[in-house]
């Protein structure tokens, strides 16, 4: 068997893994990142953010070009889908994103293997060879300290049947072979309702099944009923408060419709594909962890402390596999401050400060505090909202649904939340995680001069209005 030795070495290459490993590199660290999977980048870049969001900007230009171009007096006729063109679309970005992570590692001096990592003990990894790797053989490496980003898989519901196929959770909805004539999508949360929203602007009836009483329950709650009407406009039938007894394919002869639905209290329902999208749980499974001794909560997520590191000292573990927002850029800054804290340089995770993004149409996008979250812990807050009707970029766009609604602290005018629904939202909230990663109060933006016109000047006229001075909104 072969042996190797390096300074630190990283389980799973996706975003926490990678990032990591090169910032390490850059640190001067001996580093080496395994990773299963032939590409890295994992499930963000092969099978989640990545793919799903280039196969929602196409199905958003196919319907664009179908209903929505003729106000610009651009006329078009015999629009048509080439599905597998879009796929190629898709499937191309990937491969040159995953490409550029193995450049980036050749060019910092990341040792890459291929294959599936495992903990014998408190200092080795056994690898088992993927079929990206040069040779067959098992190597055992050995390391100064460890860390451990195998990251997530959907989770699972014991009463749906997934066969992959017909009924599968996200990665297969992102590789239909054809547009269902009816999908289900199970679960309301950003996940479902994005897929659902590709697979709706192509053609296909759409049912959202939530068990709650609302869509997207971590969402501002009136950014989630804006985002509803938008969806149901939009075509697609949501159904709250609705529990899944089982689903299972299940074919009756001449139905086209092989996939059938159970609901408690309610009428099944014939589909033909079911997507299940529930969130997601650690893919910590078979890592080894028994063997080095790292404890893992009831849930099977690693537990750290503030310095990122496990049960047993010197293996550290950083992105999903530690719980809290499963987000690939939430993964990839606690990935750099665990590095660093290991280099013995003072980095910080900040929490309160993480932006969240449904790429939907429109967008939402997030930062801090819900209004539920304020009155729950009794935080007194002033509110400031911009309706996009009155800002004209959004009007020049022909894109008005939507707004910008900044939180403040009463007291301090510190702002604690900024919750924004309409056009490239998730490009607009950087401006306010920057503003509360520096303790900016709502005063701090008003004063902030903002191009005109831009979509951004919503979130000025929101941080004017927090004070009750907006100047283009009644």
Not at 113 to 128: A, P, S, W
Not at 180 to 190: A, D, S, W
Not at 334 to 356: L, W
Not at 398 to 426: E, M, N, S
């Amino acid at each position: 068997m072969k042996t190797a030795r390096h300074e630190l070495v990283i389980v799973g290459g996706g975003p926490a893994g990678y990032v990591a490993a090169i910032r390490a590199a850059q640190l001067g660290i001996d580093v080496a990142c395994i990773e299963d999977d032939p590409k890295f980048g994992g499930t963000c870049v092969r099978v989640g953010c990545i793919p799903s969001k280039a196969l929602l900007e196409s199905s958003h230009l196919y319907e664009e070009a179908q209903h929505k171009f003729a106000d610009h007096g651009l006329k078009v006729g015999g629009i048509e889908l080439d599905l597998d063109v879009m796929m190629k679309r898709k499937e191309s970005i990937v491969d040159a994103l995953t490409g550029g992570i193995d450049m980036l590692f050749q060019r910092k001096g990341v040792t890459a293997y291929h294959g599936r990592g495992r903990l014998r003990d408190v200092d080795t990894i056994e690898i088992t060879p993927s079929k990206a790797a040069k040779d067959g053989q098992p190597e055992l490496i050995t390391a100064d300290q460890i860390m451990l980003c195998p990251g997530s898989v959907p989770a699972q519901l014991p009463m749906v049947e997934e066969d992959n196929d017909r009924i599968g959770n996200s990665t297969t909805a992102l590789s239909f072979p054809d547009v269902p004539e009816v999908l289900v999508v199970i679960g309301g949360g950003y996940i479902g309702l994005e897929l659902g929203s590709v697979w709706n602007r192509l053609g296909s009836q759409v049912i959202v099944l939530e068990a709650f009483d609302r869509i997207m329950p971590g969402l501002d709650k009136e950014m989630a009923n804006l985002a509803h009407r938008s969806f149901k406009k939009q075509g697609l039938d949501i159904r709250t408060s609705t529990m899944v007894a089982s689903a299972k394919v299940d074919p009756k002869p001449g139905d086209k419709k092989p996939c059938v639905i159970e609901i408690k209290d309610g009428d099944p329902i014939r589909c033909d594909r079911v997507l299940l999208a529930t969130g997601r749980s650690p893919a910590t499974k078979d890592l080894g962890l028994e063997a080095a001794g790292v404890k893992t909560d009831q849930r099977g997520f690693i537990q750290v402390n503030h310095q990122f590191e496990t049960s047993v000292p010197g293996i550290y573990a950083t992105g999903d596999c530690i719980g809290g927002a499963m987000l690939a850029h939430k993964a990839m800054e606690e990935a750099v401050v665990c590095v660093e804290k290991m280099a013995g340089i003072g980095a910080e995770m900040n929490y309160e400060v993480i932006p969240a993004i449904v790429y939907t149409h429109p967008e939402i996008a997030m930062v801090g505090k819900t209004e539920e979250e304020l009155k729950e812990a009794g935080i007194e807050y002033n509110k400031g909202v911009c309706p996009l009707g009155a800002n004209g970029r959004a009007r020049t766009l022909g894109d008005i649904d939507g707004r910008v609604k900044i939180l403040a602290d009463a007291a301090t005018d510190r702002v604690l939340g900024v919750h924004i629904i309409g056009p490239r939202a998730g490009d607009m909230i950087a401006e306010a995680a920057a503003a509360m990663e520096f303790g900016a109060s709502s005063e701090d933006i008003a004063r902030t001069c903002h191009a005109h016109p831009t979509l951004s000047e919503a979130v000025h006229e929101a941080a004017l209005a927090v004070d009750d001075r907006a100047i283009h909104t009644a």
